[in-house]
C-alpha cells in the first residue's frame, strides 16, 4: 500500500473534521486497507493551520490532507493559549514543505503524524514552549513527557500560573478560578504587566488597564496572559 493510496482513502472519506478532538488508536471496519501505510513517510506543503495541533497539508499530487500532531495535545478553541498555539505552529509551518512520519489515523481520518519544519519536530517545541501537553493516552514518548515538566517548572505558556491539569481538562473544570468558557467579553490588558482581566475581576480597574479586547482570543494574540486570580 502506497502513501497516495492512503491519501486517496482518507479524502474519499466524508466525515466531519474536528480540529480539537483527541487522537484515537480505535480501528474503523474497513481500515484495514489504511493501516498498511501506517508509518511512511512523505513530504508535503503546509496549506492551513486550524488550531495549534492541527494541519492541512497538500501532496506531491496535489492531494489535501488534514494532519493532527502526535504525541500532543494543544488549548481548544476559546481556551486561554489557543490563539497563541495556532500562530505558534503557523509561524513554524505555514505555507512551508515539511517532513510527516504516519503514527496513526484518528476517527475524523485524519492522520496522525510527527511532523518536522525545517529541522524542527512541531510536538516538541509545542510542549517546550509550554503551549501543548504531552497527550499521555496515546503518547509514551519519555522526550515529550521531559519536555512538559521542564516547561512546568519553568512556567512557560499555560502552565505560567503553575497549573497542574491537563489543557483538555480545563474547559470542564468547576474549581475556581474561572475557565475560559465560563467568562464572557470584553476583557481589559493591563499594558505594563501584559496581563488581561474579565471586567468582572478585582484588577480590572487597575492604572494601566487601558486596553480592551473582544474575546481572550484577541488579548492572547496581542501577547497578553490570563490573570490568574480570576481566570485561566
Given at each position: 500500500?502506497?502513501?497516495?493510496?492512503?491519501?486517496?482513502?482518507l479524502?474519499?472519506?466524508?466525515?466531519?473534521?474536528?480540529?480539537?478532538?483527541?487522537?484515537?488508536?480505535?480501528?474503523?471496519?474497513?481500515?484495514?486497507?489504511?493501516?498498511?501505510a501506517?508509518?511512511?513517510?512523505?513530504?508535503?506543503?503546509?496549506?492551513?493551520?486550524?488550531?495549534?495541533?492541527?494541519?492541512d497539508?497538500?501532496?506531491?499530487?496535489?492531494?489535501?490532507?488534514?494532519?493532527?500532531?502526535e504525541?500532543?495535545?494543544?488549548?481548544?478553541?476559546?481556551?486561554?493559549?489557543?490563539?497563541?498555539?495556532?500562530?505558534?505552529?503557523?509561524?513554524?509551518?505555514?505555507?512551508?514543505?515539511?517532513?510527516?512520519?504516519?503514527?496513526?489515523?484518528?476517527?475524523?481520518?485524519?492522520?496522525?503524524?510527527?511532523?518536522?519544519?525545517?529541522?524542527?519536530?512541531?510536538?516538541?517545541?509545542?510542549?517546550?514552549?509550554?503551549l501543548?501537553?504531552?497527550?499521555?493516552?496515546?503518547?509514551f514518548?519519555?522526550?515529550?513527557?521531559?519536555?512538559?515538566g521542564?516547561?512546568?517548572?519553568?512556567?512557560?505558556?499555560?502552565?505560567?500560573?503553575?497549573?497542574?491539569?491537563?489543557?483538555?481538562?480545563?474547559?470542564?473544570a468547576?474549581?475556581?478560578?474561572?475557565?475560559?468558557?465560563?467568562?464572557?467579553?470584553?476583557?481589559?490588558?493591563?499594558?505594563?504587566?501584559?496581563?488581561?482581566?474579565?471586567?468582572?475581576?478585582?484588577?480590572?480597574?487597575?492604572?494601566?488597564?487601558?486596553?480592551?479586547?473582544?474575546?481572550?482570543?484577541?488579548?492572547?494574540?496581542?501577547?497578553?496572559?490570563?490573570?490568574?486570580?480570576?481566570?485561566?
Amino acid at each position: 500500500m502506497t502513501m497516495r493510496l492512503l491519501i486517496a482513502v482518507l479524502a474519499a472519506s466524508v466525515l466531519s473534521v474536528g480540529a480539537g478532538e483527541p487522537q484515537s488508536s480505535a480501528r474503523r471496519t474497513g481500515g484495514g486497507a489504511v493501516l498498511a501505510a501506517l508509518g511512511d513517510q512523505f513530504s508535503a506543503r503546509v496549506v492551513g493551520v486550524a488550531d495549534g495541533d492541527t494541519l492541512d497539508v497538500v501532496t506531491s499530487d496535489g492531494r489535501r490532507v488534514r494532519i493532527r500532531l502526535e504525541g500532543i495535545d494543544c488549548p481548544e478553541s476559546g481556551q486561554p493559549f489557543s490563539q497563541v498555539a495556532r500562530n505558534f505552529t503557523r509561524q513554524l509551518a505555514f505555507d512551508k514543505t515539511v517532513s510527516l512520519k504516519v503514527f496513526d489515523v484518528d476517527r475524523y481520518d485524519r492522520l496522525v503524524a510527527r511532523v518536522t519544519s525545517g529541522g524542527k519536530d512541531l510536538s516538541m517545541e509545542l510542549v517546550t514552549a509550554g503551549l501543548a501537553s504531552h497527550y499521555t493516552v496515546y503518547s509514551f514518548d519519555p522526550k515529550l513527557a521531559a519536555a512538559e515538566g521542564r516547561a512546568k517548572k519553568e512556567r512557560r505558556g499555560m502552565w505560567v500560573n503553575g497549573a497542574a491539569a491537563p489543557v483538555r481538562d480545563a474547559l470542564t473544570a468547576k474549581t475556581s478560578p474561572a475557565t475560559a468558557s465560563d467568562v464572557p467579553g470584553p476583557f481589559v490588558g493591563n499594558t505594563r504587566s501584559r496581563v488581561y482581566h474579565a471586567k468582572t475581576c478585582r484588577n480590572a480597574k487597575c492604572q494601566n488597564c487601558t486596553r480592551e479586547f473582544g474575546t481572550q482570543a484577541e488579548a492572547q494574540a496581542a501577547g497578553f496572559r490570563p490573570a490568574g486570580d480570576c481566570l485561566r
